[in-house]
């Protein structure tokens, strides 16, 4: 092997590869675009290849550059998976990652993200817990989480919080199917049904309350708030509540049949959902593959 060749040549070519993009790729390896073009020519140069064509729509791989990718995944793959073993002697367990989530994306995302790491990295243990957002938050900066996956919240819960956008998603108000609730609804009709509504601290609360007042709705008198999505989704299948929650929590309920959406304009609740780091902080190697693994979760799911 070329001594000229380091590491953070292969890890440069393969997140390139992965992102298609020299910007997403710097911004995924807390690199300047300048930086991280001059890491791939350095690679082109020992290898004596073009490894991808750029343009503006992003890159393409060369002939040369597929044959070289493999070989730069597998050595990555093989190289973390030695580190996790020295981990793992010296801590007297497993490397360990600690992500927090959000209930919408612990119900759509986390899944196959957590499908994907565990792909790559066997040998890790994943620690999840999932909550309202200002818990995560206070978790997060107490370094008891290594990283949030969620909607982001008001920029006073953000402070010392690095945050990445990888989609955005609005609220839905879902009941069980065969409610007398049709196709004709408005929201002043929340006000004559019991309302499973988002509970204070929670990062869709004031998206939810600034579009009931857009409304002039004043107030719900029949009422409960909760973060629990066990317990909304048991009340909203049961009764005739009217469920307040993140898509993504419903998604599949709604897929099923399990669940209605109803016909509500909830556009002014759409807001970016994401993954958050401590912001003074560079993320350890098991944050970035968790972190490539949602991305790639997001991607698989189309979101």
Not at 218 to 247: C, F, H, K, M, Q
Not at 287 to 301: N, T
Request: aromatic share 4%; glycine share 10%; net charge positive.
């Amino acid at each position: 092997m070329d001594r000229r060749i380091k590491l953070r040549h292969l890890e440069a070519f393969v997140e390139i590869s992965r992102q298609r993009s020299l910007k997403r790729a710097a911004e995924v390896l807390n690199l300047t675009q300048p930086a991280i073009s001059k890491t791939l020519k350095e690679l082109e140069e020992v290898l004596q290849t073009p490894l991808m064509h750029r343009n503006r729509g992003g890159v393409r791989m060369t002939p040369g550059g597929e044959v070289f990718l493999q070989s730069a995944i597998s050595s990555l793959s093989a190289l973390e998976q030695g580190l996790t073993g020295l981990r793992r002697m010296r801590d007297g367990g497993p490397a360990r990652i600690a992500v927090g989530a959000l209930p919408s994306v612990a119900a759509r995302v986390l899944p196959l993200a957590s499908q994907r790491f565990g792909a790559l990295l066997p040998e890790a243990t994943l620690y999840f817990e999932d909550g309202p957002h200002g818990y995560l938050m206070d978790r997060l900066r107490q370094a008891a989480l290594d990283l949030v996956v969620g909607r982001m919240g008001p920029p006073a819960s953000m402070k010392g919080v690095s945050f990445v956008q990888l989609y955005s998603e609005t609220v839905a108000m879902v009941v069980r199917p065969g409610h007398p609730l049709g196709a004709g609804m408005r929201l002043a009709d929340l006000q004559d049904w019991p309302v499973i509504f988002p509970a204070k601290g929670s990062a869709i609360r004031p998206l939810v309350d600034r579009l009931l007042m857009a409304e002039g709705i004043a107030g719900l008198p029949n009422r409960v708030e909760t973060v629990s999505g066990a317990y909304g989704r048991e009340l909203a299948r049961s009764t005739d509540a009217i469920w307040i929650i993140s898509e993504g929590v419903v998604a599949a309920d709604i897929a099923a049949g399990i669940l209605r959406k109803l016909p509500v304009d909830a556009g002014l609740t759409a807001g970016p959902v994401g993954i958050m780091t401590r912001a003074d902080e560079e993320p350890k190697i098991l944050v970035r593959h968790f972190r490539q693994a949602v991305r790639d979760a997001v991607a698989a799911l189309e979101l």
